[in-house]
């Protein structure tokens, strides 16, 4: 079956600071991979996909960035974080053929202070 | 572009009743819809999907019903009890390839 992983858990992190979030995916090839944000009561933001190794697309211009260095492995950065980029950050992932179907991690709760 | 619609008041019903939740969309008819549950501070967790030539769903206690005329969908929850309190969030793909729109979800809380 497949599992995805993803740490830190939680971070405080000061404004200014560099970020690296990591998502890791198991029991599957070739998934797409998904970053989403999701502020206090609201609901889930796109903010990069994948459909295969070094292929990134960003939906929203912005503070942040993501790389795919091997199949099963996707990145979130920043080299210096706002105060805005406090969130609740979800990796996920689906089949590269299909409904889309995205199964999430179990998410990050980043704060800047 | 594409914009969902759920209702952002809590939804509160008691326990044993039957949760419905509404999911409306503004623009062209998705080839999909899928159902999500959230708990808090958790990834959403996939429910059910239901095509836009399907009517309706089901899974064990969950209906779904897809009315492309109306632009809505409606989830229901049968026999609801205090475990099935949660957001639930309606997604739809957006027409091009892996993505999905998702809506800001709604609030169920069952009483006990």
């Known amino acids: 079956s497949q599992t995805i992983h993803q740490w830190p858990a939680t971070l405080v992190q000061p404004v200014g600071s560099p970020l690296s979030l990591e998502c890791t995916v198991e029991?599957?090839?070739?998934?797409?991979l998904y970053w989403y944000r999701q502020a206090a009561g609201r609901g889930l933001q796109l903010l990069f996909y994948?459909?295969?190794?070094?292929?990134i697309s960003s939906e929203v211009p912005q503070n942040l960035s993501a790389s795919r260095p091997q199949d099963r492995q996707f990145i979130l950065s920043s080299k210096k974080l706002l105060l805005s980029d406090s969130g609740f950050y979800l990796c996920?992932?689906?089949?590269?053929?299909?409904?889309?179907?995205?199964?999430f991690g179990p998410g990050t709760r980043l704060t800047v202070l | 572009s594409q914009k969902i619609e759920q209702n952002s008041e809590a939804l509160n019903i008691q326990e044993g009743k039957t949760a419905t939740l509404t999911c409306n969309y503004t623009?062209?008819?998705?080839?999909?819809l899928q159902w999500y549950r959230q708990d808090p501070g958790r990834g959403p967790v996939f429910l059910l999907l239901?095509?836009?030539?399907?009517k309706e769903k089901r899974k064990e206690r969950l209906k779904v019903t897809f009315d492309t005329t109306l632009k809505q969908s409606l989830f229901h929850i049968t026999a609801s009890q205090p475990a099935d309190s949660a957001t639930y969030l309606c997604?739809?793909?957006?027409?091009?390839?892996?993505?999905?729109?998702f809506g800001t979800g709604t609030l169920l809380a069952v009483q006990p």
């Open positions: 997604a739809l793909d957006r027409g091009a390839t892996n993505k999905l729109i």
């Open positions: 996920a992932w689906s089949l590269a053929l299909g409904t889309d179907t995205q199964y």
């Open positions: 029991g599957t090839s070739n998934p797409n």
């Open positions: 623009n062209y008819s998705p080839a999909y």
């Open positions: 239901i095509r836009e030539n399907e």
């Open positions: 994948s459909v295969g190794i070094g292929q």
